[in-house]
């Protein structure tokens, strides 16, 4: 369906390649994901497959993209839009029209599709995606996941055999993204559309993938199919690309999920790729960690969820007892919280939360998309509406604060992070910043090389990652050592490598004493990094403990690590090595 | 526009009004509004007779006939929330006119209201004068001269407010649809410009530093101004992969030339309509011309696009009912000074011609405010 033949490509202006010499393909009906750390070139790989690399983005490709038998190179992205139906990163930022179904139908309308049968896919993209009860809504009042799911379905509607998406689900709670990945899914299986997608939560997509395209940084792709089955095809190589099942895949690559890393940990072959089949093999590795038989265990699940009562947990849980600790102890807060409320009109996004936030801590906030976290976390901030209740941190309202003395107390990374950049220049931002937080000459600029090696500091910021630009930005707040630091949605666009390095960063400030808040959907992040785990729905909170509690006690923010081995309460792979370790 | 949804569901209509509008966009099928044309026709006409208003009172008349049919219809939406905007600016314009008559204006007549000193400017400025006696006759034709521009900008406000410009521009001919969509998003630029503004403030505060002059405007405009080019690359990639601007059959060069001479005759015939000043001989001959170009214009045009409409508006009895009050003022603003009957109803009366009052004016006005019982979303 797709195939690329010794295909480099290399944007106007760039020194090096981001794809050298790529050849695979890949067979109709078939799901395939792009695995590769950030910036190794898995936009521009979806790109060049409906043709907008180079046709809209210019840039330099040699070799020869075939989509559906048809050469990219003579047909430029609208007149492969009947074949390939694309959904971008944001995708509000593709929205044409103002309502759902206007939408759906935008590209049958430009590929002139008689009104009947318009009429008839609409309906049938709309029972596909349940999206039923939001089909007369205006866009723009929509969840990040409702909007997901219409822009697939605007993508779908012109009936492309080919669905490209990068990053379907990295703005997405995990429930919707449960139920995006579901409607690929069905795609994939009943109407036998080819589905390739990037994503950088490998946790999400790795057990629907059939097959893998695993970049390296240095621009060459690997591809893998499920259908091979066998890691022995993970050596075999045509040209610049090796194919292989993706847990033939996984076994080499940098980028892997918790799930892939347990297994490697825990020796498993072939590589189990979806909880169920690791919870089949995990049977002797939870009687290794408890030194018990697991189906004793199983029929007892009480008495596992409790911190103290398996040996294991209570001998590894060394460096979040400690924290732990600081939740019992009444110590002096960094954050407290009263009934705050916040009232956007007659929409309540947060309804009398009352909260503290001690120091030492790392508090992960979570819930679905539109309880109200970023609310939460401007008006805690100071500067965002509140419509009731009171803040104070450190003993001072942050709200009646200016700007440069509420930063030394308190500082929020937003969810778009680049708003808050404006020179033309990382080291321009960089010593900014050292100037205003009175910090040392390239104390900025040595945080942001801990968050993101290697990055040029003469560039202008638009001209990196979002990640990289996110690392800057965490650098700028960071510098100045604020006493609390909120952050919303700090993983997005950060691969497993950056998200470790942002943990121990974070980590670094909260044994400072800072407090540290963060909202996310990641949950294997906050798995890593959180000490306490607060669930806001509609805007009150509903759950409030430690992390190790409230992520194995729940359905949807269990992290993989406990589902498989649940009931222990083990949250991380590192959880389950030092556990090892510690055993005899 | 809902019919056939409507034909297998009779209640759902019912049920979303009884829910109140909110819930009933939300969660039943939006209330069926009338055609965009319909409400564009019915401003048109007002608009029309604004340009003949002889005063005060009848511009005042086709003012309030056009805020009640606004209240009475108009359905929550950005564009209709805008109409008190309108308000505001229509108020500015007669207030503005008012200290400009008081300031600079020609003081004639003896009914003096307030008796301010005349301070003579120097030679180069002859015949200006600034302040001067106001009398009374002088402010009211300064007050009527802003009412009557004040309702032509409420005329246009009020087709904004009660049809969503989007749909509007769905209604438009084939041949117009590839200019459909970049208009639709310079529509959505605005907003979308205020709201990054706003977000990049409010984020800048974040980093603690208070930024003045230059540098502040600087720090601000610059992530706003990336942030919509990014965003418009990134729009511009969508509409590309989703066949926008597909080459139908013919040049589409043709299809240009054919659709700016269309556009051109519509901008000349509706001049000669609405300028009541030009000579009468020529204003029929361009308006002849002007549609027949319009039409024949988009009628080539059409035929070489190949798109088409999803579930395009539905015209029926009360669009037409709407769109006939429009036509009826315009041909009786039209009509009525031919037959002599300009008359102000009181016989020659100083103040009724000072106050403008006009029988063809009450007239218009009521036809104006029709549409308030046909109009609504139903």
Request: proline fraction near 6%; hydrophobic fraction near 45%; aromatic fraction near 4%.
């Amino acid at each position: 369906m797709i195939s690329l033949d010794r295909v480099t490509f290399r944007y106007a202006g760039a020194a090096a390649a981001v794809l050298t010499d790529v050849t695979l393909t890949i067979p109709e009906g078939e799901m395939c994901l792009i695995v590769g750390e950030t910036g190794s070139g898995k936009s521009t790989l979806l790109q060049l497959v409906n043709g907008l690399a180079p046709h809209f983005t210019g840039g330099n490709l040699s070799g020869t993209v075939t989509v559906g038998g048809l050469d990219t190179r003579t047909n430029p992205p609208r007149d492969l839009a009947g074949i390939v139906g694309v959904v971008g990163q944001d995708p509000v930022a593709g929205f044409v029209t103002d309502r759902v179904d206007d939408e759906l139908a935008y590209s049958m309308e430009q590929l002139g599709i008689p009104a009947p049968i318009m009429r008839q896919r609409v309906e049938e993209v709309i029972d596909l995606l349940g999206l039923d009860r939001i089909r007369h809504r205006s866009l723009s009042a929509l969840s990040a996941g409702e909007q997901q799911r219409v822009a697939i379905g605007a993508a779908l509607t012109a009936q492309p055999r080919v669905l490209v998406l990068d990053e379907p689900t990295s703005a997405l709670d995990p429930s919707a993204a449960e139920e995006v990945l579901a409607a690929l899914l069905r795609l994939v299986h009943d109407l036998g559309v080819t589905v390739l997608l990037a994503e950088h939560r490998l946790e999400r997509v790795i057990q629907y993938a059939d097959s893998v395209v695993l970049l390296e940084g240095d621009g060459t792709a690997h591809c893998g199919t499920a259908h091979c089955g066998s890691a022995r095809c993970g050596s075999a190589r045509y040209g610049s690309a090796r194919y292989g099942s993706p847990a033939a895949m996984m076994e080499s690559s940098l980028v892997a999920p918790p799930i892939i890393e347990l297994g490697r940990l825990a020796g498993w072959q072939p590589l189990p790729l979806s909880i169920r089949d690791a919870r089949r093999v995990a049977g002797p590795l939870r009687e290794r960690l408890t030194g018990r038989p697991t189906d004793r265990l199983t029929d007892r699940p009480a008495e596992c969820l409790g911190e103290e009562s398996t040996p294991a947990n209570s001998e590894h849980a060394t460096t979040r007892s400690a924290d732990a600790r600081s939740i019992d102890s009444p110590r002096s807060e960094n954050l407290r919280a009263v009934n705050l409320s916040v009232h956007y009109g007659r929409v309540i996004a947060v309804d009398g939360v009352s909260l503290t936030v001690n120091p030492g801590e790392i508090t992960a906030l979570m819930g679905r998309n539109g309880s109200g976290k970023s609310s939460l976390l401007w008006a805690l901030q100071g500067s965002g509406l509140r419509s009731g209740g009171t803040v104070h941190v450190s003993g001072l309202d942050p709200a009646t604060l200016s700007p440069d003395e509420a930063i030394q107390h308190i500082v929020l990374v937003p969810q778009r992070p680049s708003d808050l950049l404006y020179l033309d220049s990382v080291a321009a931002e960089c010593q900014e910043s050292d100037r205003a937080a009175g910090a040392d000459q390239g104390a900025t600029s040595a945080i942001f090389e801990r968050l993101s090696p290697g990055v040029s500091r003469t560039t202008h910021p638009r001209d990196h990652s979002e990640g990289q630009r996110l690392a800057l930005v965490l650098a700028l707040q960071l510098v100045g050592k604020p006493a609390v630091i909120l952050l919303d949605e700090p993983t997005r666009g950060l691969d497993y490598t950056a998200k470790k390095r942002l943990s121990a960063v974070l980590a670094e400030h909260a044994e400072r004493g800072a407090a540290v808040f963060l909202s996310s959907h990641d949950v294997e992040f906050v798995a890593r990094i959180a000490d306490r785990v607060v669930v806001l729905s509609e805007g009150e909170i509903i759950t409030d403990g430690p992390a190790r509690i409230v992520l194995t006690a729940s359905a949807t923010f269990a992290p993989q690590v406990s589902r498989i081995l649940r009931p222990l309460t083990f949250l991380t792979v590192d959880d389950v090595r030092d556990a090892l370790g510690g055993a005899p | 526009m809902l019919t056939s949804a409507a034909r297998t569901t009779p209640h759902s209509d019912t049920i979303a009004s009884d829910l109140g509008s909110e819930q009933g966009v939300a969660r039943g099928k939006s209330l069926r509004t009338l055609h965009p044309v319909a409400w564009w026709v019915w401003a048109l006409g007002i608009a029309l007779a604004t340009t003949r208003s002889p005063g005060l009172v009848s511009s005042a008349i086709l003012i309030a006939a056009i805020v009640v049919v606004v209240a009475v219809c108009h359905q929550p939406s950005a564009f209709s929330r805008a109409f008190p905007a309108y308000l505001a600016l229509a108020a500015s314009v007669v207030a503005l006119r008012v200290v400009f008559y008081v300031l600079v204006g020609l003081k004639t007549g003896t009914d003096v209201l307030l008796p301010l000193p005349s301070i003579p400017l120097p030679e180069w400025a002859a015949g200006i004068a600034l302040l001067g006696p106001v009398t009374i006759s002088g402010l009211l034709a300064a007050i009527s001269a802003g009412l009557a521009l004040a309702a032509l900008l409420l005329c246009f406000g009020a087709a904004v407010a009660l049809t969503n410009p989007q749909r509007t521009l769905r209604s438009l001919p084939a041949s117009l649809h590839v200019l459909g969509t970049p208009a639709v998003i310079a529509m959505t630029v605005a907003p979308q410009l205020v709201e990054s503004w706003q977000r990049v403030r409010k984020a800048q505060a974040l980093r603690g530093r208070v930024l003045r002059g230059r540098k502040a405007v600087a720090a601000t405009t610059l992530p706003v101004l990336q942030d919509a080019l990014e965003r418009s690359i990134a729009r511009a990639a969508s509409m590309d992969s989703r066949g926008y601007a597909r080459v139908h059959r013919g040049s589409s060069r043709v299809v240009l030339a054919l659709l700016l001479s269309a556009l051109l005759g519509a901008a000349i015939g509706t001049y000669a309509l609405l300028d009541g000043t030009g000579p009468r001989w020529l204003a029929v001959p361009l308006l002849a011309f002007g549609g027949a170009a319009a039409i024949t214009g988009s009628i080539i045009a059409s035929r070489r696009v190949a798109t088409t409409r999803y579930r395009p508006d539905v015209w029926r009895v009360r669009e037409s009912l709407v769109a006939t009050c429009g036509v009826a003022i315009a041909g009786v603003v039209l009509v009525m000074p031919l037959l002599g009957a300009a008359g102000t109803g009181f016989g020659a009366s100083s103040v009724a011609a000072a106050s403008g009052w006009s029988i063809t004016f009450a007239v218009c006005g009521i036809l104006a405010v029709i549409p308030a019982s046909i109009g609504r979303a139903r």
